[in-house]
T-cell receptor, first 110, second 112 residues
Framework: SQQGEEDPQALSIQEGENATMNCSYK?????LQWYRQNSGRGLVHLILIRSNEREKHSGRLRVTLDTSKKSSSLLITASRAADTASYFC??????????FGKGTMLLVSP | SAVISQKPSRDICQRGTSLTIQCQVDSQVTMMFWYRQQPGQSLTLIATANQGSEATYESGFVIDKFPISRPNLTFSTLTVSNMSPEDSSIYLC?????????FGSGTQLSVL
């Protein structure tokens, strides 16, 4: 069953702006991960945040996790045209394979 | 990390035919996963392939429609059998390293 739900479904911004995507899930998790997919190709792992962590950074990416609200957000700062892609959250419940959300399609215009 | 070579990258097939997708990993892995991504949708796990045993299929997917081979620890194939237009999707193989998934580049299948 679908565990993660991202919003917005689509986001359009200008280069240099920040992009924020949100993910909500339903059950307890071991960790939550974000992936990027360019043009319907293979997914690329971006960042993993564990259930006992609240915030994590990787380059221009910032992920937060609120287990009380069962939600996470992905912030991309100073976006670039190359960030145009679909972004998926995926939850790991520790005993099964990852469950992916429906994704947010990000368009960054020059 | 892991590097996965997946082929073909895309194909257009006729209704009723079958297509076999191959994935080669640059290291030995215990499990390989096959996903389907229908147009505009998220990823749905088809099956988990272990070397030396039958693949484990998720609800809604059956071996007769999606036979899988896993002859060794670096290679797997997924066959989409007796295709219909509803099978038009992107098919992705992946492996788990640590807690992260690494994906092949995907096979975009169109069935006419």
């Amino acid at each position: 069953s679908q565990q993660g739900e991202e919003d917005p479904q689509a986001l359009s911004i200008q280069e240099g702006e920040n992009a924020t995507m949100n993910c909500s899930y339903k059950t307890s998790i071991n960790n939550l991960q974000w992936y990027r997919q360019n043009s319907g190709r293979g997914l690329v792992h971006l960042i993993l945040i564990r259930s006992n962590e609240r915030e994590k950074h990787s380059g221009r990416l910032r992920v937060t996790l609120d287990t009380s609200k069962k939600s996470s957000s992905l912030l991309i700062t100073a976006s670039r045209a190359a960030d145009t892609a679909s972004y998926f959250c995926a939850t790991d419940r520790g005993y099964s394979t990852l469950t992916f959300g429906k994704g947010t399609m990000l368009l960054v215009s020059p | 990390s892991a590097v996965i070579s997946q082929k073909p990258s895309r194909d257009i097939c006729q209704r009723g035919t079958s297509l076999t997708i191959q994935c080669q990993v640059d290291s030995q892995v215990t499990m390989m996963f096959w996903y389907r991504q229908q147009p505009g949708q998220s990823l749905t796990l088809i099956a988990t392939a272990n070397q030396g045993s039958e693949a484990t299929y998720e609800s809604g997917f059956v071996i007769d429609k999606f036979p899988i081979s896993r002859p060794n620890l670096t290679f797997s194939t997924l066959t989409v059998s007796n295709m219909s237009p509803e099978d038009s999707s992107i098919y992705l193989c992946s492996v788990e390293v640590g807690e992260k998934l690494f994906f092949g580049s995907g096979t975009q299948l169109s069935v006419l």
